[in-house]
Protein backbone atom coordinates (compact mmCIF):
# COMPACT_ATOMS: atom_id res chain seq x y z
CA UNK A 1 0.00 0.00 0.00
CA UNK A 2 0.76 3.63 0.04
CA UNK A 3 3.43 5.21 2.62
CA UNK A 4 5.74 8.16 3.04
CA UNK A 5 8.47 7.94 5.17
CA UNK A 6 10.27 11.08 6.14
CA UNK A 7 12.95 11.56 8.61
CA UNK A 8 13.40 11.16 12.42
CA UNK A 9 13.53 14.30 14.82
CA UNK A 10 14.00 16.30 16.60
CA UNK A 11 16.48 18.80 14.22
CA UNK A 12 18.31 21.38 15.82
CA UNK A 13 19.62 24.43 14.14
CA UNK A 14 21.05 27.83 14.75
CA UNK A 15 18.91 30.30 13.05
CA UNK A 16 20.09 31.16 9.59
CA UNK A 17 21.55 27.34 8.68
CA UNK A 18 20.43 25.90 5.83
CA UNK A 19 17.32 23.41 6.55
CA UNK A 20 16.71 20.14 4.63
CA UNK A 21 13.89 17.30 5.75
CA UNK A 22 13.58 14.28 3.41
CA UNK A 23 11.09 12.82 2.38
CA UNK A 24 10.15 9.56 0.27
CA UNK A 25 6.95 8.09 -0.60
CA UNK A 26 5.75 4.91 -2.22
CA UNK A 27 2.44 5.38 -4.25
CA UNK A 28 0.53 2.47 -6.32
CA UNK A 29 -1.26 5.71 -8.67
CA UNK A 30 0.31 9.09 -9.07
CA UNK A 31 -0.13 10.69 -6.14
CA UNK A 32 -0.37 14.31 -5.09
CA UNK A 33 2.45 15.53 -2.47
CA UNK A 34 1.90 17.80 0.46
CA UNK A 35 4.05 19.45 3.07
CA UNK A 36 1.82 20.35 6.26
CA UNK A 37 3.02 22.44 9.45
CA UNK A 38 1.91 22.03 12.77
CA UNK A 39 2.62 25.17 15.56
CA UNK A 40 2.44 23.97 19.46
CA UNK A 41 -1.10 24.02 20.40
CA UNK A 42 -2.42 24.31 16.80
CA UNK A 43 -3.62 21.98 14.06
CA UNK A 44 -1.76 21.35 10.96
CA UNK A 45 -1.55 23.63 7.93
CA UNK A 46 -0.45 23.79 4.33
CA UNK A 47 2.68 24.56 3.86
CA UNK A 48 3.23 23.79 0.28
CA UNK A 49 2.30 21.25 -2.77
CA UNK A 50 2.71 19.76 -5.87
CA UNK A 51 0.66 17.93 -7.90
CA UNK A 52 2.88 16.48 -10.36
CA UNK A 53 6.20 15.38 -11.64
CA UNK A 54 9.51 17.94 -11.67
CA UNK A 55 6.36 20.71 -9.87
CA UNK A 56 8.32 23.14 -7.23
CA UNK A 57 5.85 24.15 -4.78
CA UNK A 58 7.30 26.94 -2.74
CA UNK A 59 6.11 29.34 0.43
CA UNK A 60 7.56 31.60 3.25
CA UNK A 61 11.01 30.27 1.74
CA UNK A 62 10.26 26.82 1.83
CA UNK A 63 10.56 24.87 -0.64
CA UNK A 64 10.02 21.05 -2.51
CA UNK A 65 10.50 19.26 -5.86
CA UNK A 66 8.18 16.34 -6.55
CA UNK A 67 10.77 14.01 -7.93
CA UNK A 68 9.23 10.88 -9.86
CA UNK A 69 12.25 9.39 -10.41
CA UNK A 70 13.59 9.25 -7.01
CA UNK A 71 9.93 9.19 -4.96
CA UNK A 72 11.15 11.89 -2.77
CA UNK A 73 9.93 15.56 -1.74
CA UNK A 74 12.22 17.02 0.71
CA UNK A 75 12.10 20.25 2.09
CA UNK A 76 14.17 22.85 2.20
CA UNK A 77 15.22 26.52 3.01
CA UNK A 78 17.98 28.64 2.86
CA UNK A 79 17.74 30.43 6.37
CA UNK A 80 15.44 29.56 8.98
CA UNK A 81 14.34 31.07 11.51
CA UNK A 82 13.24 30.29 15.12
CA UNK A 83 9.35 31.28 14.62
CA UNK A 84 9.69 27.78 11.89
CA UNK A 85 10.15 25.78 15.29
CA UNK A 86 7.78 23.29 14.58
CA UNK A 87 6.52 19.69 13.55
CA UNK A 88 6.35 19.20 9.47
CA UNK A 89 4.76 16.20 8.16
CA UNK A 90 5.03 15.10 4.57
CA UNK A 91 2.10 13.60 3.05
CA UNK A 92 0.80 12.34 -0.09
CA UNK A 93 -2.52 11.96 -1.72
CA UNK A 94 -4.00 8.72 -4.06
CA UNK A 95 -6.74 7.14 -5.61
CA UNK A 96 -7.41 4.56 -3.72
CA UNK A 97 -9.25 1.20 -4.54
CA UNK A 98 -12.93 2.10 -3.41
CA UNK A 99 -12.38 5.35 -6.07
CA UNK A 100 -12.10 7.66 -3.12
CA UNK A 101 -8.83 9.60 -2.43
CA UNK A 102 -6.64 8.42 0.46
CA UNK A 103 -4.48 10.70 2.57
CA UNK A 104 -1.43 9.25 3.92
CA UNK A 105 0.59 11.28 6.36
CA UNK A 106 4.19 10.80 7.64
CA UNK A 107 5.22 10.86 11.23
CA UNK A 108 5.90 14.31 11.04
CA UNK A 109 9.59 15.82 11.96
CA UNK A 110 10.26 18.29 14.58
CA UNK A 111 12.36 21.27 14.41
CA UNK A 112 14.28 23.58 16.86
CA UNK A 113 15.75 26.49 14.94
CA UNK A 114 18.22 28.13 18.28
CA UNK A 115 19.28 32.31 18.11
CA UNK B 1 -10.75 31.97 5.13
CA UNK B 2 -11.70 28.18 5.55
CA UNK B 3 -12.61 28.01 8.89
CA UNK B 4 -12.96 24.22 10.56
CA UNK B 5 -13.85 24.30 14.45
CA UNK B 6 -13.95 21.77 16.80
CA UNK B 7 -16.31 22.04 19.95
CA UNK B 8 -13.41 21.48 22.32
CA UNK B 9 -9.84 21.89 22.69
CA UNK B 10 -10.00 19.50 26.28
CA UNK B 11 -11.78 17.39 27.40
CA UNK B 12 -11.92 14.95 30.26
CA UNK B 13 -14.04 11.74 30.22
CA UNK B 14 -14.51 8.69 32.42
CA UNK B 15 -13.75 4.88 31.22
CA UNK B 16 -16.96 3.63 29.63
CA UNK B 17 -18.69 6.72 29.04
CA UNK B 18 -19.90 8.04 25.40
CA UNK B 19 -18.04 10.76 23.62
CA UNK B 20 -19.40 12.88 21.13
CA UNK B 21 -16.81 15.46 19.37
CA UNK B 22 -18.06 17.76 17.08
CA UNK B 23 -16.29 19.46 14.01
CA UNK B 24 -17.83 22.28 11.85
CA UNK B 25 -16.43 23.49 8.56
CA UNK B 26 -17.55 26.98 6.85
CA UNK B 27 -16.25 26.11 3.23
CA UNK B 28 -18.96 23.81 1.68
CA UNK B 29 -16.09 20.85 1.45
CA UNK B 30 -17.24 17.31 0.50
CA UNK B 31 -14.61 15.70 2.01
CA UNK B 32 -14.03 15.75 6.14
CA UNK B 33 -11.97 13.24 7.89
CA UNK B 34 -11.16 11.99 11.45
CA UNK B 35 -7.80 11.79 12.52
CA UNK B 36 -5.84 10.73 15.79
CA UNK B 37 -2.27 11.93 16.48
CA UNK B 38 -0.37 10.16 19.08
CA UNK B 39 3.71 11.03 19.50
CA UNK B 40 5.59 8.89 16.94
CA UNK B 41 2.76 7.76 14.92
CA UNK B 42 1.66 10.57 13.00
CA UNK B 43 -1.96 11.00 11.82
CA UNK B 44 -3.68 7.79 11.89
CA UNK B 45 -7.56 8.39 9.76
CA UNK B 46 -9.88 7.13 11.99
CA UNK B 47 -13.15 7.79 9.55
CA UNK B 48 -13.54 10.19 6.48
CA UNK B 49 -17.24 11.36 4.89
CA UNK B 50 -17.40 12.17 0.94
CA UNK B 51 -20.55 13.48 1.39
CA UNK B 52 -23.88 13.60 3.61
CA UNK B 53 -24.44 10.47 5.14
CA UNK B 54 -21.73 9.04 3.27
CA UNK B 55 -18.85 7.80 5.10
CA UNK B 56 -15.86 5.00 4.76
CA UNK B 57 -13.37 3.82 7.68
CA UNK B 58 -10.17 4.21 7.61
CA UNK B 59 -6.84 2.56 9.41
CA UNK B 60 -8.11 2.62 12.62
CA UNK B 61 -11.83 2.46 13.16
CA UNK B 62 -12.50 -0.21 15.73
CA UNK B 63 -14.05 1.89 19.09
CA UNK B 64 -15.55 4.57 16.82
CA UNK B 65 -18.56 6.04 14.76
CA UNK B 66 -19.48 8.56 12.71
CA UNK B 67 -22.53 11.03 12.14
CA UNK B 68 -22.64 13.32 8.83
CA UNK B 69 -26.13 14.63 8.40
CA UNK B 70 -25.22 17.57 7.26
CA UNK B 71 -22.70 19.30 4.61
CA UNK B 72 -20.62 21.31 7.51
CA UNK B 73 -20.83 19.04 10.23
CA UNK B 74 -18.56 15.71 10.95
CA UNK B 75 -19.02 13.88 14.07
CA UNK B 76 -16.92 11.18 15.77
CA UNK B 77 -18.45 9.25 18.73
CA UNK B 78 -16.64 6.71 20.81
CA UNK B 79 -19.50 4.30 21.57
CA UNK B 80 -17.57 3.53 25.86
CA UNK B 81 -14.29 5.43 26.00
CA UNK B 82 -11.64 3.50 26.85
CA UNK B 83 -8.01 5.07 28.06
CA UNK B 84 -6.02 3.97 24.82
CA UNK B 85 -8.48 6.00 23.20
CA UNK B 86 -6.52 9.03 25.25
CA UNK B 87 -5.45 10.84 22.14
CA UNK B 88 -5.13 14.43 20.40
CA UNK B 89 -8.10 14.22 17.96
CA UNK B 90 -7.71 16.65 14.33
CA UNK B 91 -10.48 17.17 12.20
CA UNK B 92 -9.73 18.35 8.37
CA UNK B 93 -12.14 18.85 5.31
CA UNK B 94 -11.12 19.40 1.39
CA UNK B 95 -12.83 19.77 -1.82
CA UNK B 96 -13.62 16.60 -3.50
CA UNK B 97 -13.62 15.70 -6.82
CA UNK B 98 -9.44 14.84 -7.43
CA UNK B 99 -6.38 14.59 -4.21
CA UNK B 100 -4.91 17.50 -5.51
CA UNK B 101 -6.97 20.18 -2.84
CA UNK B 102 -5.29 20.12 0.10
CA UNK B 103 -6.68 19.44 3.91
CA UNK B 104 -7.83 22.38 5.77
CA UNK B 105 -7.25 21.39 10.19
CA UNK B 106 -9.10 22.37 13.42
CA UNK B 107 -7.26 23.14 16.54
CA UNK B 108 -7.64 19.69 17.52
CA UNK B 109 -9.03 18.37 20.88
CA UNK B 110 -7.17 16.50 23.14
CA UNK B 111 -8.96 13.84 24.54
CA UNK B 112 -8.20 11.82 28.31
CA UNK B 113 -9.87 9.15 28.98
CA UNK B 114 -9.49 8.03 33.30
Known amino acids: GDSVTQMEGPVTLSEEAFLTINCTYT??????LFWYVQYPGEGLQLLLK?????DKGSNKGFEATYRKETTSFHLEKGSVQVSDSAVYFC??????????????FGTGTRLKVLA | DVKVTQSSRYLVKRTGEKVFLECVQD?????MFWYRQDPGLGLRLIYF???????EKGDIPEGYSVSREKKERFSLILESASTNQTSMYLC?????????????FGPGTRLTVT
Open chain 2, 92 to 104: ASSFGGTGSYEQY
Open chain 1, 91 to 104: ALSDLGTSGTYKYI
Open chain 1, 27 to 32: ATGYPS
Open chain 2, 27 to 31: MDHEN
Open chain 2, 49 to 55: SYDVKMK
Open chain 1, 50 to 54: ATKAD
